[in-house]
């Protein structure tokens, strides 16, 4: 067995994000140069009141400051390093930082990992100075690390001085390009705080990121966009603590087609990883992925404006009876629900509005608003403050000028009146001073209704992961040691497997295994009815595909024949296999219930995966299944089977009987726990297929693959 280790807690990083004193080490005044930009957004356009220390090895003064020639020159450790020099000689100057005893260096130099095997080799040696000095690294490869709401950026970009807007987003990135993307969303009124862009995460990653943001209070959001997980225990861990400080965290996670996993494998050396395993196990982590960046910026900006304390119910209202009619298709189709007014608002809009206009959720207040902007006050307020509404929906369709900008006055008034979220939908390419008005009054506009609606959907779903966060549970990555795993790979025979299995709660059919063709008819005798017969042999797993089943055999006759014919096939198919015999088994009653799978597997990032859904011949075909973690819950044994298609053949479907679903969750949770409690290192799982009947849930085939030790 390897030997086991302690997962690295996580550590306080408070003088990472804002250090009293640094020192930036490749100084230098060169227009442009990564040294010169750094020492400008410093001095010139960060709000920092510590002492700056400047490093250069030929120079003795920079920018008109003082410059000392080695960091060992330093009077004292400053808590952070900016460090921007070649590629060469950045391993040199950490490890004089570390032995000088600074705590944390932000490395902004590239040619590592990404660039060649030279660069690779620096990077492998870069990874092992913090366990030499107990310096941390943030990078290298990236541009740095702004703290917006401090006032702070230690970064060579020039977009630093104009991207400033403070407020309640963290964001942690790998890639810098499209973190800087989501920060220029301040141009929508979108606000960040602190952005952490980790490049190649020598050290410090993403998940280290996303644990400090949890800690900071000004922080009510966090989005992270990741190319790969490099550390999934760690990861888990600081997505489970958000969720349990009812923090949503937003992701984007790229790589999921095989041209995106080949881009971020050029980008990034983290693994992609299973774009469905991923999205299950952001799901049982309390993260809300979305697909592109737009999405990602919506959904953010709607849950920094709080989170939904029960299913949504959304009011749509414009003065557009066409864009009314669009927005509830979308939300319909996106399951939604529209709220149904009190009488009290009811009888408010008719006062307020024209009799043709709507009055029912969605409302069209018609053009008449346009006409009268007084009235869209009152009416917009009534809506608002209905206690059956938890969000309004307003979808500007066109600039009007000095009417759209009073509608979003009003909207800006309005929303300043009641602590639900209103959310404006600019839908025109024109963009007028309506538009800017609601960014001023911290209004964030959406520019689609599809795109509104997303967001919505999103910002409902976090509502009820909220509701349903148990904190008790842990994946099993979480739980195991470090290396914990046994390094020889045992393939089970199909007995031996289905009785380890048995004594953990999972049923199967009585059966024993045959040595010759005389105990294959004495066993069929014992068990009675109609049996199977399959070949016994580890080292045959597709038993079907070479011949090695024959079904529905009751004479002694059919027994024996079946042995000659299984053995011969087994042979001229395998001959190198070892044959245990046959395994003779009772026979399932297959017209009475429903062909399931469950299996497990081993994932390189997430451990233990369990998979459900429908087996038999088609599971490749139809690929109808759902997947989680391991260990699961109950809830989401329940959960697993209603996310399939199949769900409706096991209620019931055209005529035939519904089958015992309770069975079948005893049965994924029997399979959870043989494989997390009973601490089986299990490799592979696979159940296929279950039969789910109106008397019970069975195992009628088992292949197993488990760790063990040499």
């Not at 009268?372 to 979808?395: H, R, T």
């Not at 399932?588 to 233990?608: C, M, N, S, Y």
Request: net charge negative; hydrophobic share 45%.
């Amino acid at each position: 067995m390897k030997q086991e280790t302690q997962r690295a807690a996580f550590d306080n990083l408070d003088l990472l994000m804002d250090p009293r004193s640094v020192v930036v080490v490749g100084a230098s005044d060169r227009p442009g140069s990564i040294g010169q930009r750094s020492i400008t957004n410093i001095i010139e356009h960060s709000k920092f009141q510590g002492e700056l220390f400047l490093v250069n090895a030929t120079r003795d003064e920079v920018m008109g400051r003082p410059c000392y020639r080695r960091v060992e020159d330093l009077p004292y450790a400053p808590d952070l390093a900016v460090v921007a020099v070649p590629a060469n000689v950045a391993n040199e100057v950490l490890e004089a930082c570390g032995k000088k005893g600074i705590r944390f260096a932000v490395v902004l130099t590239s040619g590592f990992g990404e660039a060649g095997e030279e660069g690779k080799r620096l990077e492998a040696r870069m990874r092992q100075i913090p366990g030499e000095t107990g310096i941390r690294i943030y990078g290298p490869n990236c541009p740095g690390l702004t703290n917006t709401n401090k006032g702070l950026g230690f970064t060579f970009s020039p977009s630093f001085e104009h991207d400033r807007m403070t407020g309640p987003i963290g964001l942690a990135t790998q890639g810098g390009g499209l973190g800087r993307t989501f920060l220029q969303a301040c141009e929508r009124g979108v606000g960040i705080g602190l952005w952490c862009s980790a490049g190649n995460e020598v050290d410090l990653t993403v998940s280290d990121y996303i644990n400090h943001m949890v800690s900071m209070p000004e922080i009510k959001v966090i989005v992270t966009l990741l190319e790969g997980i490099n550390d999934p225990p760690r990861f888990a861990q600081a997505a489970l603590s958000a969720a349990a400080h009812g923090k949503p965290i937003v992701a984007l996670k790229v790589g999921k087609s095989d041209y995106g996993i080949k881009a971020t494998q050029s980008h990034t050396a983290a693994l992609s990883g299973s774009t469905d395993i991923n999205s299950a196990a952001f799901r049982q982590l309390g993260i809300i992925e979305v697909d592109d960046i737009d999405e990602l910026i919506d959904t953010a900006a709607l849950l920094a404006r709080g989170v939904p304390k029960r299913d949504a119910r959304v009011a749509i209202y414009s003065f557009s009876g066409g864009t009314v009619a669009l927005a509830a298709d979308m939300l319909g189709l996106a399951g939604l629900t529209l709220a149904e007014f009190d009488p009290a608002t009811d009888a408010k809009l008719r006062e307020l509005l024209p009799a043709y206009a709507a009055f029912d959720n969605p409302v069209d207040t018609t053009a008449e608003i346009l006409v009268k902007p007084e009235i869209s006050f009152g009416s917009l307020l009534a809506v608002a403050q209905d206690p059956n509404v938890d969000v309004v929906l307003f979808p500007i369709p066109m600039e009007y000028g000095a009417t759209t900008r009073a509608a979003a006055e009003n909207m800006v008034k309005v929303q300043a009146q009641i602590d639900k979220p209103i959310v404006p939908v600019w839908v025109s390419d024109r963009v007028g001073e309506g538009y800017q008005v609601m960014i001023e009054g911290g209004l964030v506009p959406v520019r689609s209704v599809g795109k509104a609606i997303k967001a919505l959907q999103r910002w409902n779903r976090f509502g009820q992961c909220q509701r349903e966060f148990d904190a008790s549970w842990l994946p099993a990555i979480c739980t195991e040691a470090e290396g914990s795993m046994p390094d020889v790979r045992k393939v089970y025979g199909e007995a031996e497997g289905k009785a380890l299995l048995a004594r953990a709660g999972v049923p199967v059919p009585r059966g024993h295994v045959a040595c010759n063709a005389q105990e294959a008819v004495d066993i069929a005798a014992e068990l009675g009815g109609a049996v199977v017969a399959k070949i016994a042999s580890a080292d045959i797993l597709h038993k079907t595909d070479i011949g090695g089943v024959m079904v529905g055999l009751r004479t002694e006759a059919e027994v024996r024949a079946a042995w000659d014919a299984i053995m011969t096939s087994a042979r001229n198919a395998c001959p190198e296999a070892r044959i245990d015999g046959l395994l003779i088994e009772q026979m399932a009653d297959l017209k009475q219930g429903v062909e399931t799978l469950i299996g497990v597997h081993r994932d390189p990032l997430f451990g233990p995966i369990l998979t459900f859904g429908l087996g038999g011949i088609y599971v490749e075909l139809f690929k109808d299944v759902s997947r989680r973690l391991l260990p699961i819950t109950p809830r989401d044994a329940t959960e697993m089977i209603r996310e399939t298609r199949c769900h409706e053949l096991l209620k019931g479907y055209r005529g035939s009987p519904a089958v015992d679903i309770a069975a079948l969750e005893r049965l994924l949770l029997a399979v959870s726990d043989f494989v997390v409690q009973d601490k089986h290192h299990v490799l592979e799982m696979d159940l296929n297929p279950v039969i789910v009947s109106p008397s019970g849930a069975m195992a009628l085939d088992a292949v197993l693959v488990m760790a063990q030790e040499a």
